[in-house]
């Protein structure tokens, strides 16, 4: 009796919660973890631990006290500079943050039970947002994201799956590995011997072979010609707007989290829409 009466109350506390209650959690949750991704951006580049010391301030060390580290709102109370020296404070962790935030509520949109949000968006969306933002300063892909994310997408794949299929979608995630890893190598490889040069890193191709494990073979296909295209369009442009020659270095790793996104959300619909055109 008291059980069903806990039930009863349960469910009608959920039927008079507001609608976007649920959007506002996640949304705020969004926001902590892109605080985190922030840290996790800043010190993996340099080996250096994500727990220990305190956040402080870049430029004169100072640790940053709880109320100056609510994100993005602390970032606008102190207009963009440390409290302590008043040295600027860069504009990428509130965008991070806010980046996040909004991958959270897409991915509760398109996921809304909790499991499936959740590996979503902390083993696949959160880890591409860093990797993107890591590789656009550094030029590296961290294989504490890449290497950690082939096996995690690998384990997902069958929990994600519908019963009767876990088998077929954990090979579809083998062969995403090595279709997308094997054939940025291959790139990579025959570039490096006519060119004498590198032109691909180990870490696109650790981070394709992420992907392909996630989102299956049919998805590699599909991430390849869009990041391709992606990569081509916005290196033209930053090539011709800051002079530089085709030798500038342009990072391909955000291109293949961008498509790798893309894939995710709207990948059925872009490949059925670019197949009518030869149907």
């Known amino acids: ?38 840290v996790c951006i800043v010190r993996i580049p340099h080996d250096q631990s994500i727990h220990r010391p305190r956040s402080h301030c870049p430029q004169c060390r100072a640790p940053i006290r709880w109320f ?4 993005v709102f602390s970032f606008l109370l102190l207009w963009g500079r440390c409290r302590q020296c008043r040295a600027p ?16 509520l897409a991915v509760f949109f398109k996921f809304p039970e909790p499991l499936p949000w959740a ?13 993107t933002f890591i590789d656009l300063e550094h030029l590296i892909i961290p294989d504490a994201f890449s290497l950690s994310g082939i096996i995690l ?12 299929q876990r088998l077929d979608a954990l090979l579809d995630g083998l062969i995403g590995v090595v279709v997308g890893g094997g054939f940025l190598w291959l790139v990579a490889a025959v570039y490096e011997r006519l060119r004498k040069q590198e032109g691909l890193g180990g870490g696109d191709v650790k981070l394709i072979a992420m ?24 290196g033209v442009v930053v090539i011709a707007i800051l002079r530089k020659g085709l030798r500038f270095a342009i990072p391909f790793g955000p291109f ?17 829409w670019y197949l009518s055109f030869y149907v």
Request: contains cysteine; hydrophobic residues 60%.
């Open 153 to 164: 997408g690998l384990a997902a794949r069958p929990i994600l799956a519908v019963e009767g």
């Open 211 to 234: 992907l392909g494990a996630f989102l299956g073979w049919k998805a590699v296909l599909f991430i390849l010609l869009m990041s391709s295209l992606l990569g081509s369009l916005v």
């Open 89 to 104: 404070i860069s504009w990428r962790y509130p965008l991070v943050e806010l980046l996040t935030a909004a991958a959270a």
């Open 119 to 131: 590996i979503w968006f902390f083993l696949f969306i959160a880890p591409l947002i860093a990797i």
């Open 256 to 272: 293949l989290a961008v498509a790798g996104i893309l894939y995710l959300f709207f990948g059925e619909t872009l490949v059925t």
């Open 1 to 38: 009796m008291i059980e069903q009466r806990a039930r009863f109350v349960y469910k009608q506390r959920m039927d008079t919660t507001p609608l976007w209650f649920p959007y506002l959690l996640v949304g705020l949750f969004g926001l902590c973890i892109g605080s985190f991704l922030n």
């Open 68 to 71: 100056d580290n609510i994100p």
